[in-house]
């Protein structure tokens, strides 16, 4: 049972425009969200997290935003660049700060066309 | 800044054999993390370790152990490799003591079953 979900496989944006990642969760004990990127043959790279005491986190061009009712997370990057183009995770996890776990997404490839 | 170092980087064995995963975590991280990660799909957690103690365990077989050393180093060993081990592993570590608790990953391990 997938209790992260991102519904996306794919996303193609252009360059200086708006890319959007959704990430929908099913376990209502996840109290801590992250964002991954992933360059092909590299580990993941974090980029940005989000505490379920907040609905918002914002980080130069990536913003994080989190539905607690709706079980929802966006990852919001604008404007979009090239270099931008890699899979990106959606994580869960109980705890921040902890050393739990995290649950992953099956990521979302995001192209962005010059 | 130092990273998560993993090695080897690839690996070529057979079935039967036995292969040995090494990471080294950033310094002064106390946590490790193991996740293996099939084609096209989710990093999957195998197994943690917090101050050279098991924290957590998720669907790691039986063929497979690990541990985490006096200089935190940790080494995930797999005996009677199968074809389905095939996988990336990727370590990723982290430091309790943080209040953000995001985890680092390796550059990852690539295992080749034959």
């Known amino acids: 049972d997938q209790q992260v979900k991102q519904n996306s496989p794919s996303l193609s944006v252009q360059e200086g425009r708006i890319s959007i990642l959704n990430c929908d969760y099913t376990?209502?004990?996840?109290?801590?969200f992250l964002w991954y990127k992933k360059y092909p043959a590299e580990g993941p790279t974090f980029l940005i997290s989000?505490?379920?005491?907040?609905d918002k986190n914002e980080d130069g061009r990536f913003t994080v935003f989190l539905n607690k009712s709706a079980k929802h997370l966006s990852l919001h990057i604008v404007p979009s660049q090239p270099g931008d183009s890699a899979v990106y995770f959606c994580a869960a996890s109980p705890t921040q700060g902890g050393s739990e776990k995290l649950v992953f997404g099956k990521g979302t490839k995001l192209t962005v066309n010059p | 800044a130092a990273g998560v170092i993993q090695s080897p980087r690839h690996l070529i064995k057979e079935k039967r054999e036995t292969a040995t995963l090494k990471c080294y975590p950033i310094?002064?991280?106390?946590?490790v993390y193991w996740y293996q990660q099939g084609p096209g799909q989710d990093p999957q957690f195998l197994i943690s370790?917090?101050?050279?103690?098991?924290?957590d365990k998720g669907s790691i077989p039986d063929r497979f152990s690990a541990q985490q050393f006096s200089d935190y180093h940790s080494e995930l060993n797999m005996s009677s490799l199968e074809l389905g081990d095939s996988a990336l592993y990727f370590c990723?570590?982290?430091?309790?003591?943080?209040?953000?608790?995001?985890?680092?990953f390796g550059p990852g391990t690539r295992l080749t079953v034959t």
């Open positions: 989000i505490s379920s005491i907040k």
């Open positions: 370790f917090y101050e050279k103690m098991q924290s």
């Open positions: 990723a570590s982290s430091s309790i003591g943080t209040a953000s608790g995001e985890q680092y």
């Open positions: 376990n209502s004990m996840f109290d801590y």
């Open positions: 310094p002064r991280h106390d946590t």
